[in-house]
């Protein structure tokens, strides 16, 4: 369950961080896998379900593709890395 970031889109804008409702997202900083791009926390992704329509955080994010289902989720159409806005 959840979103990741692409890190080789990913342009450290800012833009998701604020957006997200559990606090989910940590900026390049604290990234603890690379410090070229933001990151989810799959643990902590709730999928803005009930909260957003949609993830917040990919509809704030201007870098086209960089925001995907982080795996093949419960809906059946759902394919991993599949970009969230499209
Ligand atoms: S999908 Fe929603 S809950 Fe998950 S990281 Fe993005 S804004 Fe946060
Ligand atoms: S909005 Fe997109 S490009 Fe900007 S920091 Fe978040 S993931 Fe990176």
Same mark, same amino acid.
């Given at each position: 369950?959840?979103? !990741? ?31 070229? @791009? ?5 643990? !902590? ?8 329509? !949609?993830? @917040?955080? @990919?509809? @704030? ?18 394919? !991993? ?6």
């Amino acid at each position: 369950m959840g979103v !990741k970031i692409l890190n080789n889109l990913c342009i450290c804008c800012s833009n998701c961080i604020d957006e997200c409702p559990v606090e989910a997202i940590v900026d390049d900083m604290d990234n603890p896998v690379s410090n070229e @791009a933001y990151y989810v926390y799959e643990d !902590k992704c709730v999928e803005c379900v009930g909260y957003n329509s !949609k993830p @917040a955080c @990919a509809m @704030a994010c201007p870098s086209n593709g960089c925001i995907v289902w982080n795996e093949e989720g419960v809906h059946p159409k759902r394919k !991993k890395n599949e970009q969230v806005i499209g």
